[in-house]
């Protein structure tokens, strides 16, 4: 556990809520080992007492004010849930930030809402810069594999996860259009620009509105893309996998706007 035997007055902890999930509070006295009980003031004001008889009772601990928002989640001093989830929140609210790097892994609240970071001046941006030194973005991810296929010559893979809606399919899409412009995709008969029109047509076979997200896809998607020796795209397949029953849809009687 991240949290320490000894905690200081003034200490900020989170603690369960049932509406909020976790609400962040202070420490109104020292606590030490065997005091049974923690003192605390919640960010509305209200006292509370929050009992601790065994070590693992103890909240978790809030992260210094100055980490409030960090690009990286690995940068935090204490992480977990509360810590992962008020940095998300912090970002995306007022930083405008739907992505947020975890070392190498890179992850994105979905907005569901158009937002203008996905035009060729931000590809433009992001070609040929380190990860490291960029605000994170799915380009980032896209343009360290690039790279690392160029420089190394050997394949690599980008795995997208996440619940049904949470935007894979959105994601893949704009990795796509990573490469296809980073690879000079310039007339409308490009082989790029025939690999992004292959999204409509695999689309319209495979994907089906749910209560969850109104264009679900229905069957996972293994999609090969194929460059020359100038980093451009020269061909692509795409084989079906995760053909599960899970998936299979039916049409509901009753059109119903519940997840359920
Ligand atoms: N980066 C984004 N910007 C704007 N809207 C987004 C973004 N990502 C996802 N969305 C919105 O969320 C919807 C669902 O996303 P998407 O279809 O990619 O989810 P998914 O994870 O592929 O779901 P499933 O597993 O059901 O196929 C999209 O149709 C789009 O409206």
Not at 61 to 73: S, V
Not at 101 to 121: D, F, M, R, S, T
Not at 138 to 151: C, D, H, L, P, W
Request: proline share 5%; net charge negative.
């Amino acid at each position: 556990s991240s949290s320490p035997l000894f905690l200081q007055k003034g200490a900020c902890v989170w603690v369960p809520d049932p509406e909020a999930v976790w609400v962040s509070a202070q420490l109104l006295q020292d606590f030490k080992p065997g005091d049974g009980l923690l003192l605390l003031k919640l960010g509305d004001g209200r006292e509370v007492q929050h009992p601790v008889s065994v070590p693992s009772d103890l909240p978790p601990l809030g992260n210094p004010d100055i980490l409030e928002g960090e690009n990286d989640l690995t940068s935090l001093s204490f992480l977990h849930e509360p810590a992962v989830l008020h940095n998300l929140r912090v970002r995306f609210l007022d930083y405008n930030s739907i992505y947020t790097y975890c070392g190498i892994v890179l992850v994105a609240i979905n907005p569901y809402e158009q937002l203008p970071i996905y035009g060729e001046e931000v590809v433009d941006a992001y070609s040929g810069q380190d990860m490291a030194d960029m605000e994170p973005h799915i380009f980032s991810v896209a343009e360290e594999a690039y790279r690392t296929m160029i420089r190394s010559k050997k394949n690599q893979s980008i795995i997208i996860s996440g619940e049904s809606g949470s935007g894979k399919t959105v994601s893949a899409k704009f990795t796509m259009r990573y490469f296809a412009v980073v690879g000079g995709a310039s007339q409308q008969t490009s082989v790029e620009e025939r690999v992004l029109a292959t999204n409509p047509i695999m689309e319209a076979i495979g994907n089906a509105k749910t209560t969850r997200n109104d264009n679900s896809s229905r069957f996972g998607k293994y999609i090969e893309i194929g460059f020359g020796h100038q980093g451009n795209i020269i061909g692509a397949n795409m084989r079906t996998y995760l053909l599960e029953k899970s998936r299979v849809v039916f049409q509901n009687l009753v059109q119903d706007h519940s997840f359920f």
